[in-house]
């Protein structure tokens, strides 16, 4: 695989993608190995998503990350997929091998795993596992959860079909279930993840009272300045672990870096600098 060394354009494709912090979090990065990176926002529609990426590589760019809603098209441009990005059947980091070969990797779900497991001690193995939504989140976090052994996971959708149809794509990997959010287990999981969109809304779907107790380790993908409207929810309903996404997004960031630059940025200078704004 190419690893871009030297200087570099980089950028995140989305729509819309202006409240995004990666230039922030890949300029601190460099700093760390005394990089010159280049990592620009790029706000592209749908229909133009393809030609502006292979312009973006045709003209030099090093690297690209992709957020919503382009990661599943991102995996029908790229040459070659990891297997994760292919079980996902979503990108969103790609690397360039050449002007004209393109790999597409998902570092979303290693990002997760990463936050939980070592920033936030959290054991996976053996946990009851119920994850909110099911929509490109969900399906890039699957695969990877279900490499930590967890007893179960219950993927509960507003639209049950969508949380069906990845129960079945994914039951191979483990102990998967699926429903609507009214037929979830009425006691308290191990771990709740919400990977709705609800929140950017300031919106919590409506659960069963109990799912959360004292113990439950309550996961809000989404992030942002003050807490979050579910990790309101999670602490009003008693839980003492409710955190928000941003350790995830550092570190599937610190993935993305890695992939690009052949050495893996730390990760807690960042984390603490996005506290800090
Ligand atoms: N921290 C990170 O690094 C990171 C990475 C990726 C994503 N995220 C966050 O994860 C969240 C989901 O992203 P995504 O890519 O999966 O989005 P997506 O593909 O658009 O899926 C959205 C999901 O949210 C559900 N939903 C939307 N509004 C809802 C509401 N008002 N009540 C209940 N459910 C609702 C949808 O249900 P239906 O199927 O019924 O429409 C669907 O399951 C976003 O907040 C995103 O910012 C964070």
Not at 47 to 63: D, L, P, Q, T
Not at 77 to 82: G, R
């Given at each position: ?112 795993v990463?936050?939980?497991t ?5 054991s996976l193995t053996g946990s009851r596992l ?13 695969a990877p959860l279900l490499e930590q052994e967890p007893r179960e996971i ?19 990997l483990g102990e998967v ?13 191990d ?87």
């Amino acid at each position: 695989m190419t690893v871009n060394s030297g200087p570099g354009r980089y950028a995140l494709f989305g729509h819309p993608v202006s409240h995004s912090w990666s230039p922030f979090i890949h300029g601190l990065f460099a700093k760390q190995f005394d990089h010159v990176v280049d990592y620009k926002l790029r706000d592209v529609e749908p229909g133009n998503f393809r030609h502006a990426v292979i312009n973006f590589f045709v003209e030099g760019g090093g690297g690209a990350n992709v957020t919503l809603p382009h990661k599943p098209a991102a995996a029908e441009i790229v040459n070659d997929l990891s297997a994760r990005a292919e079980r996902a059947r979503a990108v969103n980091t790609i690397v360039r091998r050449s002007a004209t070969e393109l790999y597409g990797e998902n570092t979303d779900g290693v990002g997760l795993v990463t936050d939980l497991t070592r920033n936030l001690g959290v054991s996976l193995t053996g946990s009851r596992l119920l994850i909110l939504g099911a929509g490109g989140a969900t399906r890039g976090v699957l695969a990877p959860l279900l490499e930590q052994e967890p007893r179960e996971i219950r993927i509960a959708n507003r639209t049950p079909e969508r949380a069906m149809r990845l129960r079945d794509e994914f039951s191979d990997l483990g102990e998967v279930s699926a429903s609507g959010f009214s037929e979830i287990d009425d006691r308290p999981w191990d771990i709740v993840i919400n990977a709705t969109a609800a929140s950017l809304a300031g919106e919590v779907p409506e659960l069963p009272p109990r799912v959360v107790g004292h113990d439950t380790v309550c996961y809000d993908m989404a992030y942002g300045r003050g807490d979050t409207a579910f990790m309101r929810w999670a602490t009003e309903r008693g839980s003492t672990r409710a955190c928000k996404g941003w350790g995830m997004l550092v570190e599937q960031a610190a993935e993305a870096y890695l992939l690009w630059h052949g050495v893996r940025p730390a990760t807690k200078s960042a984390m603490t600098a996005l506290e800090r704004l």
